[in-house]
């Protein structure tokens, strides 16, 4: 089966979106050093390339979980599939994720990482479909705000392919 992918936001503009946040996180945490918590498989794309243009000293760390299979829909049940490494007690820490759709996973994971003790939260995301929220999560840096459409490409998947994608594409069945 293949699909056909439509380009939405080019290489260039993610690249350069990113490359803003970067520079925002690094004037927003001087002095300070943020941890980035990356959330698997999908974030892993956008928190690499957001460290590049962050210009302060970062510490990262990778935390899976699971809410989707291999569907486009939410399950609703989020599963910890591999845990942080490090504790976060005492750190300033920055959630990053692809993105945000119901906002069920997220805000899962402001509550797992609060009961943790953690200096401060705060939540990246490259993309935000406001459009789907079903839970309320504060989000303190989006990349960008996109339609209702299932998206690929920068770390997201469909069925596990595309996350090469140096841009992002709205899947067409
Ligand atoms: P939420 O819990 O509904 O906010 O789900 C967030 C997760 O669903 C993301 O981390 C993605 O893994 C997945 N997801 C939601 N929308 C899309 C999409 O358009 N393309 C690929 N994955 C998506
Ligand atoms: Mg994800």
């Known amino acids: 089966m293949s699909e056909k992918i439509r380009v939405l936001l080019s290489q260039d503009t993610v690249t350069e979106r990113i490359k803003a946040l970067g520079e925002q996180i690094s004037r927003d945490y001087a002095g300070k050093q943020p941890h980035l918590i990356c959330i ?37 049940r989020i599963k ?18 692809d993105i945000i759709d119901s906002g069920k996973t997220l805000s899962y994971l402001v509550k797992l990482f609060e009961s943790r003790q953690p200096d401060s939260v705060k939540l990246c995301t490259l993309l935000d479909k406001p459009d789907r929220r079903e839970v309320e999560v504060f989000v303190d840096y989006i990349g960008f705000q996109i339609p209702d459409e299932f998206v690929v490409g920068c770390g997201l998947d469909y069925m596990q392919k595309y996350r090469n994608l140096p841009y992002i594409g709205i899947v067409e069945l």
């Open 80 to 97: 910890i599939v591999k845990d942080l490494d490090e504790p976060v007690d005492g750190k300033d820490i920055i959630i990053v994720e």
């Open 40 to 76: 698997l498989k999908g974030g892993a794309y956008f928190m690499i390339e957001l460290a590049k243009y962050i210009t302060i000293p970062v510490t990262i760390d990778f935390m899976s979980v699971s809410s989707y299979g291999n569907a486009t829909v939410s399950s609703g």
